[in-house]
């Protein structure tokens, strides 16, 4: 960690450099900071290591397996997506008939009831985004690590989840749970099954997935 900070010290004095047309003839050969927009010159890391911004501290970029561990947790998330929706999560009780439904089948139930802005918030965040994001990196980590060729679109759907990031997705999808779990205590039991800890495990792999920062995905695709 010292050694980079000061391979990167040395090279930033005389490498800290204006936008110039000169950067953008070996733009790879750079990096710059998302947070403060200091230009630093690239240099080699090894396996696990990760080069910081002198100025503001930010990380700006590493060396690890980052897309090839991304692949299974992508894959991963998906199974437990299917699977948390596949089956019930809650029980509905309406006009003395208990019935037990999906994740989806309760959103439908809220409309029903009439609590539309919450089923939007418990759709998106539970069911749409995170399935989106999931399959955009599918799509993108399929490409890139199996058949080893830029995909189609890609910068386009890099720019889909970072801006589904910036909305605070995870955040909100915690929050969506959170009302999710509220709201439904009110109206409906949940059922502490399959479903509800395949949920809780999809939470978790999320969060792993969104600490890949869409630039490290950026910095490996160059080097194809
Ligand atoms: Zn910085």
Redesign the pocket.
């Known amino acids: 960690m010292h050694s980079i900070d000061s391979e990167i010290a040395a090279a930033s004095e005389d490498q800290q450099l204006p936008a110039s047309e000169n950067m953008n003839q070996h733009a790879e050969n750079f990096v710059c900071?998302e947070?403060?927009d200091?230009v630093y010159k690239r240099i080699e890391l090894k396996k696990g290591e990760k080069a910081y911004?002198l100025?503001?501290?930010?990380g700006l970029y590493k060396n690890g397996r980052t897309l090839e561990q991304l692949l299974p947790l992508v894959i991963a998330s998906l199974i437990m997506f299917a699977i948390s929706n596949a089956y019930p999560i809650v029980q509905i009780e309406l006009q003395g008939i208990r019935s037990e439904t999906t994740l989806f089948g309760a959103v439908l139930a809220m409309f029903q009831e009439g609590r539309g802005l919450v089923a939007l918030l418990v759709l998106f965040t539970t069911i749409i985004f995170p399935l989106c994001e999931l399959l955009l990196l599918l799509y993108i980590l399929i490409s890139l690590n199996v058949l080893k060729t830029k995909p189609i679109g890609m910068a386009i759907a890099l720019r889909i989840i970072r801006v589904f990031r910036i909305w605070g997705m995870i955040e909100v999808f915690l929050i969506g749970v959170l009302v999710t779990l509220v709201k439904l205590v009110v109206m409906v039991t949940i059922i502490p099954g399959i479903a509800l800890w395949s949920f809780a495990i999809l939470t978790v792999l999320m969060v792993l997935v969104i600490s890949v920062k869409v630039s490290d995905i950026w910095d490996q695709v160059e080097k194809i």
């Open positions: 900071c947070e403060c200091v911004c100025r503001c501290g930010a």
